[in-house]
């Protein structure tokens, strides 16, 4: 009699209250971000409460940036992120991160200084900080590679007669915590983001003076290729 070599079925692992909740939490953190309608929302919020196995809580984040990290574990756990074979790489499912894996503030803080003049900058992937003094003049300031989710960028300008012009991709939440003096900062309506992508933290002084924030090139359809 020929022998089984089929593959012994994995063994389902159970779902504690702990990570019910916490998948209850991702649905609800998505639908602050406006991901999810109301009749979607009961509905994955009801299965979540009566998933038995943490593979049948999987699915119910599988397509929100908000549960990435939540995904990755409870594959980790049922392996789920062991799977190999043809094609096994394109069938992987779960939320993609929005940018680079690279733990904020493991890169080295970014400095620049103009006067009457300016030039471009584009922030690298685990930068914590961005430091500028701007005199009639201003840098781009491109945020596009360092921002991704739970991603928090402090860009401290100290401006006089000038100003930065501030590129960011979508999703990403705009905090002002600047001192302004007969000056002041215009975030674009496109560039403001739900948090879902980074925050980025404007500190600093200004006098007669301000920064622009762009959503970047290229995420607008109307753009054509253009900056805001």
Same mark, same amino acid.
């Given at each position: 009699?020929?022998?089984?070599?089929?593959?012994?079925?994995?063994?389902?692992?159970?779902?504690?209250?702990?990570?019910?909740?916490?998948?209850?939490?991702?649905?609800?953190?998505?639908?602050?971000?406006?991901?999810?309608?109301?009749?979607?929302?009961?509905?994955?919020?009801?299965?979540?409460i009566s998933a038995k196995f943490l593979d049948d809580l999987?699915?119910?984040?599988?397509?929100?940036?908000?549960?990435?990290?939540?995904?990755?574990?409870?594959?980790?756990?049922?392996?789920?992120?062991?799977?190999?074979?043809?094609?096994?790489?394109?069938?992987?499912?779960?939320?993609?991160?929005?940018?680079?894996?690279?733990? &904020? *503030?493991?890169?080295?803080?970014?400095? #620049?200084?103009?006067?009457?003049? !300016?030039?471009? +900058?584009? @922030?690298? $992937? %685990?930068?914590?900080?961005?430091?500028?003094?701007?005199?009639?003049?201003?840098?781009?300031?491109?945020?596009?590679?360092?921002?991704? &989710? *739970?991603?928090?960028?402090?860009?401290? #300008?100290?401006?006089?007669?000038? !100003?930065?012009? +501030?590129? @960011?991709? $979508? %999703?990403?939440?705009?905090?002002?915590?600047?001192?302004?003096?007969?000056?002041?900062?215009e975030v674009r309506q496109s560039a403001r983001g739900d *948090?879902?992508?980074?925050?980025?933290?404007?500190?600093?002084?200004?006098?007669?003076?301000?920064?622009? @924030?762009?959503?970047?090139?290229?995420?607008?359809?109307?753009?054509?290729?253009?900056?805001?």
């Amino acid at each position: 009699m020929a022998e089984d070599d089929s593959p012994a079925p994995k063994r389902r692992i159970r779902a504690s209250d702990k990570d019910r909740d916490e998948v209850l939490s991702v649905i609800t953190e998505a639908v602050t971000n406006g991901r999810l309608d109301p009749e979607e929302t009961a509905q994955r919020q009801d299965d979540a409460i009566s998933a038995k196995f943490l593979d049948d809580l999987m699915p119910l984040i599988d397509d929100l940036p908000e549960g990435h990290r939540l995904h990755q574990r409870l594959a980790r756990q049922t392996g789920h992120d062991q799977e190999s074979g043809p094609g096994s790489a394109l069938q992987r499912r779960g939320p993609a991160e929005l940018s680079p894996a690279v733990d &904020p *503030g493991s890169a080295p803080p970014t400095n #620049s200084v103009a006067i009457m003049s !300016g030039r471009e +900058i584009d @922030v690298a $992937p %685990g930068t914590g900080q961005v430091t500028t003094y701007a005199l009639m003049g201003g840098d781009n300031i491109d945020l596009c590679a360092v921002m991704g &989710p *739970g991603v928090t960028v402090e860009l401290v #300008s100290y401006s006089m007669w000038g !100003g930065n012009d +501030i590129y @960011v991709p $979508p %999703g990403v939440r705009i905090r002002d915590e600047t001192i302004n003096i007969m000056a002041g900062n215009e975030v674009r309506q496109s560039a403001r983001g739900d *948090g879902s992508n980074g925050t980025v933290v404007l500190k600093g002084f200004s006098l007669m003076a301000g920064h622009d @924030v762009h959503l970047a090139k290229g995420y607008r359809a109307k753009d054509q290729g253009q900056l805001e």
